[in-house]
C-alpha cells in the first residue's frame, strides 16, 4: 500500500442546492503521521474541501477521486467515511439538545469499532482526556454543545478526536473565536492526538496561532477552488508577512 493515507485527484465539486462549482480540480496527497495546512483567503472553499472529503451531501463530487488508503471513497455516506477512519471536525458546532456529551462520544465510538465499551473503562479515559483539554468534568453530562461557551464547543470537537483516535483528521477553523488561551489548550490536545494516536492531520485556518506549537509537513494555498501553491512551512510564515495577495494575483 501507498504511504500516502489520503491522495485527491482532480477533485471537483459543486454545491448541490444551486450547482455552483465550489472546487475546479483539487491534486493533495497527504502521507501518514503528516501534519497539512490549508490556508487561502474567504471564499476560497477551504471548508467546502474539508466537507466534500467527508461525504456531505451539501456537495456533489462531480470529478475526480478521493482515495483513503487505496480506496476510492468519493461518493460514500458520512458514516462509512468515518469508519474508514476520518473524522471533521466543525467550525461551527451546532447544539443537540437531548443527548449528553459523554453519550454522544460513546455511541461513535462504539458504531466506530463496531464494539461495546465497558462504561468505567470510558468514563475514566473520557475523564482523562477532559484533564489534558482544562474541561470541566461537569459538562460529560450537559446536552452536547447546549450552553457551551465557543471555546468550550471547540474543546469538545477536539474531546472526540482524542477519543475516537482517527487515523485522519480534518480541522476546521478549529482556532475561530478563541482568545490565546483556549488556542493553547486546543493546541495541547492536537499535540496529545499526535503522541498517541500518530495520525494524518489537515488543518484548515486562516490564522496562524494554532500551528505555533505544532510540526508542520506542509502549505497548501487554496484560491478560487483550486490549490495554487505547495510549501513547506516556511509558507505560514510568509502568509503572515505579505497576506495572500501574491497567491491571488
Known amino acids: 500500500m501507498s504511504d500516502k493515507l489520503l491522495k485527491v485527484s482532480g477533485l471537483r465539486a459543486v454545491v448541490e442546492e444551486d450547482n455552483k462549482e465550489i472546487l475546479k480540480g483539487i491534486n493533495l496527497e497527504i502521507g501518514k503521521g503528516e501534519t497539512h495546512v490549508i490556508m487561502g483567503p474567504n471564499g476560497a472553499g477551504k471548508s467546502t474541501l474539508g466537507s466534500t472529503l467527508m461525504g456531505d451531501p451539501r ?50 465510538v ?14 475514566v479515559e473520557l475523564e ?82 494554532i500551528l505555533e506549537e505544532l510540526e508542520v509537513d506542509a502549505t497548501h494555498i487554496l484560491v478560487d477552488g483550486q490549490i495554487v501553491a505547495d510549501g513547506d512551512a516556511s509558507y505560514v510564515d510568509r502568509i503572515n508577512e505579505n497576506g495572500f495577495e501574491e497567491f491571488v494575483k
Open 59 to 108: 456537495y456533489k463530487i462531480t470529478g475526480g477521486e478521493i482515495l483513503f488508503k487505496g480506496e476510492n471513497i468519493a461518493g460514500l455516506s458520512t458514516d462509512k467515511i468515518a469508519k474508514e477512519g476520518m473524522f471533521l471536525s466543525f467550525q461551527n458546532p451546532i447544539e443537540v439538545p437531548g443527548i449528553t456529551l459523554a453519550n454522544f462520544i460513546k455511541t461513535a
Open 110 to 123: 462504539e458504531n466506530q469499532t463496531g464494539k461495546r465499551i465497558r462504561f468505567w473503562d470510558f468514563k
Open 128 to 209: 482523562e482526556k477532559m484533564k489534558i483539554l482544562n474541561m470541566d468534568p461537569s459538562y460529560a453530562d450537559r446536552d452536547l454543545n447546549v450552553g457551551f461557551s465557543g471555546g468550550e464547543k471547540k474543546k469538545a470537537e477536539i474531546l472526540q478526536l482524542l477519543m475516537l483516535k482517527p487515523e485522519f483528521a480534518i480541522l476546521d477553523e478549529t482556532d475561530s473565536g478563541l482568545d490565546v488561551d483556549a488556542v493553547r489548550t486546543v493546541s495541547k490536545g492536537i499535540q496529545e492526538y499526535n503522541k498517541t494516536v500518530g495520525g494524518s492531520l489537515m488543518i484548515i485556518t486562516h490564522s496562524t496561532r
